[in-house]
């Protein structure tokens, strides 16, 4: 097990760093796709299996498919080689700190016990609202019902309501702002500026001004 | 180390595979599949001739049944033709990825129920014997686990449309792109329904939760919705517009030749089995027989096999029959199909589900 943690981490390493080095942007999109599936592999060890799937279908399927679509559509030429100035030597050492700072964090949450075997801190055991759930007290029941779907789904919707609501509120919000911003023609309109919306005679109007005011 | 490595995949469940067994499982699974994939292209084949009044392949072997393999060997020995201006590495990764995101997803369906050899089964454990599980990894969410994967498939369409450098092949890349990322929502809300009747995302618990009736009975709205959308997930004809050959030549295929080509060929049809397995396992009772006598030890184990093996088969011919019936969609009627028939049509149908399931246990 724990070979395998350390192969598929070296691996999303050297795929996060290609992310960065690759002067081809789809060559980058690419890598970072490949980190986010080592990632993954990762939490199908520590046992986390429902974290491994979600990782796949939103970053991996969903996320980054975007990504690539957008970049190949776009079709980018490649960037120019990293120059060494100052900009360059801050950027790393708040990267440093950031990094140091994860480590620290990540200390606190999943830590080696004595037995070489990682162990995932309970989450909501104080207030477990998800009565019908019991929790399993060993290390591989630890670190087995923090990954289940009945332990996500339960603290989600009792726990995190508040924040996971927002969240998804935030989600809406920004779907409604791209609908809204691309957004050509109403149903109510009369049937001539529902033909310029299809292409065939672009006028400006003045919605279409004040749109592009707020864009710019 | 070896000793642990079938722990990764089978804690939570009783007993654990050794390695030896793990392995004998991976061969036996990519044997079969690549059988059955080529044998669909006969069985394809066989079918579309009948539906046009025509024979089909009768010539290499009796009836023909030695075709795929004539074509397999052609396949092989063909010359690689590769465009000049093509991106060297993704070109060869579309394929590779396309045979081998399939293969990996059908890792985790279960073909038959929990097999005690030497024991009895009790409920979903063993008393004593050894515990024998028809999947050949297995997570608590396998159903997720198989959409998960298949949805990497996209990365090859996409990939082998993009490094060819021809625009046919990236306007067919594009194309299923949209597709399979608008169907994927179609598919998953599809099969929600049947995950809150069972209350659980694994196959086998799934398809131990259908004893007493077939989700297709419960939920036949949510099973027409599967399979539509799954269709589309498949680029099977009615919705085949990434390679709609009078527009396209062949779509994100275009430039592959020989057994690059072939591994396209081979993702897409182990797809098929995919995409039905799911089916027969979600909303057609997967192993369980119609007929309840036989359920004990081996035998039950292959007769579940059996049962299951004849539900995906009768699933991929209708599959077939469609693909020669129908005609094929325009590409903004399959966007407004997915987005505002089917996505809505799956909504209405997990919070009527969730609603009587509530209802019902309040």
């Known amino acids: 097990m724990t070979v395998i943690i350390w192969v598929t981490g070296a691996l999303a390493a050297l795929s996060a760093l290609g992310v960065v080095f690759s002067r081809q942007p789809l060559y980058s999109a690419l890598s970072l796709v490949m980190t986010i599936g080592a990632l993954s592999v990762i939490f199908l060890v520590l046992n986390a299996q429902f974290l491994f799937v979600v990782q796949l279908i939103v970053y991996a399927g969903a996320v980054m498919v975007l990504f690539v679509f957008i ?17 360059f030597v801050i950027g790393a050492v708040v990267a440093l700190g950031i990094t140091v700072a994860m480590v620290v964090a990540a200390r606190n949450g999943i830590t080696f016990n004595n037995s070489n075997v990682f162990r995932a801190q309970q989450i909501g055991q104080a207030s477990d609202p998800y009565h019908a759930f019991s929790f399993d007290q060993s290390d591989l029941g630890l670190v087995n019902t923090a990954g289940n779907v009945q332990t996500v789904g339960g603290q989600l919707f009792t726990t995190f309501l508040l924040p996971f609501e927002i969240t998804s509120l935030l989600l809406l919000v920004a779907a409604v702002g791209a609908v809204y911003l691309t957004r050509r023609t109403r149903s109510g309109d009369p049937p001539e500026r529902r033909e310029r919306a299809l292409g065939r005679k672009p006028e400006p109007t003045l919605e279409e001004d004040r749109i592009e005011v707020e864009v710019g | 180390m070896i000793a642990n490595f079938s722990d990764i995949f089978s804690i939570g469940r009783v007993g654990e595979d050794g390695i030896v067994v793990i392995m004998v499982k991976a061969v036996v699974v990519l044997l079969a599949l690549a059988t059955a994939a080529a044998y669909l292209t006969y069985a394809e084949r066989k079918v579309a001739a009948r539906i046009q009044l025509r024979i089909g392949p009768n010539r290499v072997g ?59 089964v009790v409920g979903d454990g063993c008393n004593g014997g050894y515990p024998f599980h028809w999947d050949l990894i297995h997570v608590n969410v396998s159903l997720l686990f198989v959409l998960a994967v298949t949805s990497l498939g996209v990365y090859s369409l996409f990939l082998g449309g993009w490094s060819a450098n ?74 085949d517009l990434p390679e709609a050959e009078t527009e396209l030549v062949a779509g994100y295929h275009t430039e592959y030749s020989s057994m690059r080509f072939g591994f396209y060929f081979l993702g897409e049809y182990i797809n098929m089995v995919i995409v039905c397995s799911i089916a027969t396992l979600v909303f057609l009772g997967g192993w369980l027989p119609l007929l309840p006598w036989i359920h004990s030890d081996w035998l039950g184990g292959l007769v579940g096999v059996a ?22 969609f325009r590409y903004d009627r399959l966007m407004n199909l997915g987005w505002k028939v089917l996505l809505p049509l799956g909504l209405v149908n997990i919070v009527v589900t969730g609603a009587i399931v509530a209802i019902r246990a309040s």
């Open chain 1, 71 to 87: 970049i190949a559509l776009l079709s980018p030429g490649a960037e120019d080689r990293v120059r060494v100035d100052s900009r």
């Open chain 2, 62 to 120: 009796p009836l023909g049944l030695l075709q795929p393999a004539a074509d397999a060997v052609k396949l092989l020995f063909k010359e690689n033709a590769a465009p000049s201006g093509r991106d060297k590495l993704l070109y060869l990764v579309g394929p590779a990825l396309a045979g081998g995101a399939a293969i990996f997803a059908f890792a985790a369906i279960p073909i038959s129920g929990l097999t005690c050899v030497g024991g009895t």
């Open chain 2, 166 to 239: 021809s625009k046919y092949s990236l306007l067919g890349g594009l194309r299923s792109s949209a597709q399979l990322i608008s169907y994927e929502m179609a598919v998953a809300f599809a099969l929600v329904g049947a995950v809150i009747l069972a209350g659980s995302l694994d196959l086998e618990k799934i398809v131990l939760a259908q004893q007493g009736a077939w989700f297709v009975l419960l939920q036949p709205l949510a099973f027409l919705l599967y399979f539509t959308a799954a269709l589309a997930e498949t680029n099977r004809l009615p919705f």
């Open chain 2, 307 to 328: 049962w299951f093996l004849g539900k995906v088969s009768a699933l991929l011919f209708v599959m077939m029959w469609l693909r020669w019936t129908l005609p094929r």
